[in-house]
C-alpha cells in the first residue's frame, strides 16, 4: 500500500521561503507522477505543481516563478521550494502520487503566510 508522508509546513512571514517534503512508500516510485495540491478553508483543493516520472513540470499560473517541485528517486521523495510566499498561499498543502488510474494522498501539511 503506497504511503504518502509530508513535511516541512509552518508558519513564515510574506516574502519568506520553506520548502516541503514528501516521502513514499510502498511501491516503486519512480514510475509514479508525483504533485503538489493545496485546500484554503471554504476553497477546493487545487493543483499547485506537478512531476512527471521523467521530470517534466507543471504549475500553476499563481506559483510559476516563486515555487519549484522536484523529486529524487534514490530517497522516493518529492519537494516542493516555496520562495516570494504571499498570504494567499496560506492552505493545507497535500502530496499526490499517480499511477495508471491510482490516486494515493498524503494528510496534509499547514503553510500559514502571516506578517
Known amino acids: 500500500q503506497v504511503q504518502l508522508v509530508e513535511s516541512g509546513g509552518g508558519l513564515v512571514q510574506p516574502g519568506g521561503s520553506l520548502r516541503l517534503s514528501c516521502t513514499f512508500s510502498?511501491?516503486?516510485?519512480?514510475?509514479?507522477?508525483m504533485g503538489w495540491y493545496r485546500q484554503a478553508p471554504g476553497k477546493q483543493r487545487d493543483m499547485v505543481a506537478q512531476i512527471t516520472s521523467g521530470g517534466y513540470t507543471n504549475y500553476a499560473d499563481s506559483v510559476k516563478g516563486r515555487f519549484t517541485i522536484s523529486r529524487d528517486n534514490a530517497k522516493n521523495t518529492v519537494y516542493l521550494q516555496m520562495n516570494s510566499l504571499k498570504l494567499e498561499d496560506t492552505a493545507v498543502y497535500y502530496c499526490?502520487?499517480?499511477?495508471?488510474?491510482?490516486?494515493?494522498w498524503g494528510q496534509g501539511t499547514q503553510v500559514t503566510v502571516s506578517s
Open positions: 510502498g511501491s516503486i516510485f519512480s514510475i509514479f507522477v
Open positions: 499526490k502520487a499517480y499511477d495508471s488510474g491510482t490516486y494515493y
